[in-house]
């Protein structure tokens, strides 16, 4: 081989970016109607509850076409107020309408799917588990939905919080888990062997979304075939930080936020010869191509 097929050889990288990757549909349908919403109601305030998205870039755009981003209704206002993809609590849809607003309620469809699941398994007498983080906004929605029907619930991010809660556990005959949309798979499955050797009943709703199982399980493969894993997202997005978390496992992983800083992993990607890309639901095509670009012209 010569000097210059080599050198060639060792500058040439692959870098496949996974198919999955970005905005899932829950995501979208929530940006492209709230930034119609403002185009077809200019007059009219619009407040979205929380962050529409975990992505600052976005929140930043929204607030630059007059789109507040809001923890609270403000009183003397009225308008629109939106519900984003979490969903959210039956407290919060009364206050809005008591203060006059008109919602537009764009709770992801996946969601919708926990928050009714949970109350069945409420209303027939289980010992409702959600698994996932309890200060997650889709968990409080879940939970606070299902806990108009009863008060036997547990929400818990892993196995140590239900050890903690066994004597609770084995009083109740029978127990159903719903899981926060986002969630790993393992962690759901740890949660199942140990509820198995505890619970006489044992119903289980796996409610990982489809999208979210769609993007571990191909990011998974990816990471199988690459010396380097590069997760674009906000730290702030659990479905993004589960991704970065599950492909540490596999093989080297940075989890960034935007192209910028790539430069902080010069080294590894100069010596990484197949690096792959990926990116949680709640990261824009701009910020992955910007990514991908300069990935590109290392
Ligand atoms: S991650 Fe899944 S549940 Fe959440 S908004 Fe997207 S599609 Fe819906």
């Not at 500058?11 to 996974?18: G, M």
């Not at 930034?35 to 109601?41: G, P, Y």
């Not at 305030?45 to 755009?61: C, D, T």
């Amino acid at each position: 081989m010569s000097l210059k097929d080599w050198t060639y050889r060792r500058l040439k990288k692959n870098i496949k970016l996974a198919k999955h990757a970005g905005f899932c549909y829950g995501v979208k349908r929530a940006v492209e109607t709230t930034k119609k919403l403002k185009e077809e109601n200019n007059s009219k305030e619009i407040f979205v509850l929380g962050e529409l998205i975990h992505n600052s870039h976005v929140i930043n755009e929204l607030s630059a076409l007059g789109i507040h981003t809001v923890d609270e209704l403000p009183e003397k206002e009225t308008g629109i107020c939106v519900i984003r993809s979490h969903g959210a609590a039956p407290e919060v849809f009364e206050n809005a309408k008591n203060k006059g607003y008109e919602i537009v309620d764009l709770t992801c469809l996946d969601v919708k799917k926990v928050q009714q699941k949970a109350i069945e398994l409420v209303k027939d007498g289980y010992l409702l588990v959600i698994v996932g983080k309890p200060e997650h906004p889709e968990v409080c929605a879940i939970r606070a939905n299902a806990q108009i029907f009863g008060e036997n619930i547990i929400v818990a991010p892993d196995v140590q919080c239900l050890k903690n809660n066994e004597e609770q556990i084995k009083k109740h005959k029978r127990v159903g888990v719903v899981v926060q949309t986002t969630q790993r798979i393992e962690n759901l499955k740890n949660i199942v062997d140990y509820l198995l050797s505890v619970s006489k009943e044992l119903k289980i709703f796996n409610t990982i979304c489809a999208s979210t199982s769609l993007r571990q399980t191909e990011a998974k493969n990816l990471a199988r075939e690459s010396d380097l894993m590069v997760v674009v997202g906000s730290k702030k997005s659990a479905n993004t930080t589960h991704l970065a978390e599950i492909l540490t496992g596999i093989t080297k992983t940075i989890h960034i936020e935007t192209d910028e800083e790539l430069d902080n992993y010069k080294e590894l990607i100069q010596n990484a010869e197949n690096i792959g890309v990926t990116a949680g639901a709640s990261t824009p095509d701009n910020i992955i191509s910007n990514v991908m670009n300069k990935l590109n012209n290392y």
